[in-house]
């Protein structure tokens, strides 16, 4: 009997053992992996740092050349509009002109 518990205890010996350095590989697993993430992290940061500034700048340029297409596009309005209204005046003052020496002269 005595015999069987001492192959018992044994076994339960190296079990203990086995469990142990299941343990420690697990923590060494444990710790390389936190590091593994955090070095993700870190990486994963800096890229989307990186991506951040080319977009705001992507931004403002875009933003730059639709100011300067807006006004460009303002003075070609104002330009049209004084043509159009010149074009307009130089053909109805001489049409009231006419029709007033008209009735001035008949009379």
Not at 24 to 30: H, L, S, T
Not at 65 to 86: K, P
Request: net charge negative; glycine share 8%.
């Amino acid at each position: 009997m005595e015999e069987r518990i001492a192959r018992i205890e044994g076994f339960l010996e190296q079990v203990n053992e086995r469990v142990k350095g299941v343990e420690n590989e697990f923590g060494i697993f444990r710790d390389e992996t936190g590091r593994e993430i955090s070095s993700l992290r870190e990486e994963t940061g800096r890229k989307l740092d990186s991506l951040r500034e080319e977009t705001n700048g992507r931004i403002d340029s875009l933003r730059e050349e639709m100011v300067r297409n807006v006004s460009l596009l303002r003075q070609q309005v104002e330009s049209n509009f004084r043509w159009t209204v010149g074009i307009l005046l130089s053909t109805i003052i001489p049409m009231w002109v006419t029709i007033i020496l008209a009735i001035l002269l008949r009379g």
